[in-house]
């Protein structure tokens, strides 16, 4: 079901230390589909803008995602996708840019709380 879905997404961004505040809303498309979209703000006031569209029947699958992490002044981090404008890169179509919008490499599709983790990693450092 797509609100279990919800409350996990809400239970990792309210368990993560690192998080300031949130402003999601989760639109409900059906018994397993869901639409995610908001801000997770952090404590040195960087923010992470993030959309998903999401199929729960059968495990996760993310049929649109975007994960955008900036800092406070907005200046690019990364962003994670899935917009088919890259077909020549291996992990096609999700693919990562970073600190600016040229600098694209292969990634594997991510989930939040890889996001998450991979801020908690830049943030520490």
Request: charged fraction near 20%; include cysteine.
């Amino acid at each position: 079901m797509i609100e279990d879905y919800f409350r996990r997404v809400d239970t990792l961004i309210t368990e993560t230390r690192i998080v300031h505040s949130s402003s999601l809303t989760y639109d409900k498309r059906g018994t397993y589909v869901g639409f995610i979209r908001g801000e997770i703000y952090f404590l040195d006031g960087s923010c992470l803008h993030m959309r998903e569209f999401v199929n729960t029947e059968q495990g996760v699958d993310r049929y649109t995602y975007v994960y955008h992490y900036q800092r406070s002044d907005g200046a690019l981090v990364f962003r994670y996708d899935n917009a088919p404008h890259f077909p020549g890169i291996s992990t096609y179509p999700h693919h990562k840019h970073e600190g600016n919008e040229i600098n694209v490499t292969s990634a594997a599709q991510p989930d939040l709380a890889t996001v998450l983790a991979e801020i908690q990693r830049i943030l520490a450092a």
